[in-house]
Structure formats: structure tokens, C-alpha cells
Nanobody, 123 residues
Framework: QVQLVESGGGLVQAGGSLRLSCAAS????????MGWFRQAPGKEREFIAF????????YYANSVKGRFTISRDNAKNTVYLQMVSLKPEDTAVYYC????????????????WGQGTQVTVSS
């Protein structure tokens, strides 16, 4: 089992920035890929970005490409999501997730999830 704890959410004005953190513990040696997802009220959870735990390769959803950056610190077992130029439509609960080989952009491909952190962007 991998345990994940997100932090760093909050209220920010449009155009502002936030950095989310996701600390992993437990069987971290089993992690192949870490992903960030978000879920707005009344909407399905959607993929934002992933990073491969060892190689550091990244992939982004078109909606955040150029504005969000995913990174990791293997020594701290922590993944980050740096968000800039935030928009009101970025308002959602943000979740990090851990997956084994094969995890990519689908919710069902990840087997460990954090509790989520709220990000609210005011206009």
C-alpha cells in the first residue's frame, strides 16, 4: 500500500500561482508513475499530468500545458504541481495518485489516491 497526502491548496486570484505537494509513504518502491487529477463540482475527475517516478518523464493534459509543471523529489518521496496563470476554471479538488506500470491518463489506472486539496481561483 502507498499512502499519499496532498497539501498546498487554497484561494488565489485569477492569474496567481500555487504549488501543490504530494508526499508518498509506504510501499513507494512499487510506484512507477505519479499523477495529478482534479474534480470540479458536478464534473468527473479529470487527468492533469503525470510523471514517471524514476525517469522523470512527464505528460500533460492540453488544458494545463504551458501553465502547470509536475516535478518530483525522489529523496523526499514527494511530487509537486506548480500552477501559474491560474484561471477560475481551474477551481477544483486536486488529487495525486500513484500507479504501477501502465498507469497513464485514466483514473482507473491508478491504485492509490490522496484525500485531495481544494484549489479555488477567484475572478
Amino acid at each position: 500500500q502507498v499512502q499519499l497526502v496532498e497539501s498546498g491548496g487554497g484561494l488565489v486570484q485569477a492569474g496567481g500561482s500555487l504549488r501543490l505537494s504530494c508526499a508518498a509513504s509506504g510501499r513507494t518502491f512499487s510506484i512507477y508513475r505519479m499523477g495529478w487529477f482534479r474534480q470540479a463540482p458536478g464534473k468527473e475527475r479529470e487527468f492533469i499530468a503525470f510523471i514517471t517516478w524514476s525517469a522523470g518523464s512527464t505528460y500533460y493534459a492540453n488544458s494545463v500545458k504551458g501553465r502547470f509543471t509536475i516535478s518530483r523529489d525522489n529523496a523526499k518521496n514527494t511530487v509537486y504541481l506548480q500552477m501559474v496563470s491560474l484561471k477560475p476554471e481551474d477551481t477544483a479538488v486536486y488529487y495525486c495518485a500513484a500507479g504501477s506500470v501502465g498507469a497513464a491518463v485514466a483514473v482507473g489506472e491508478y491504485n492509490s489516491w490522496g484525500q485531495g486539496t481544494q484549489v479555488t481561483v477567484s475572478s
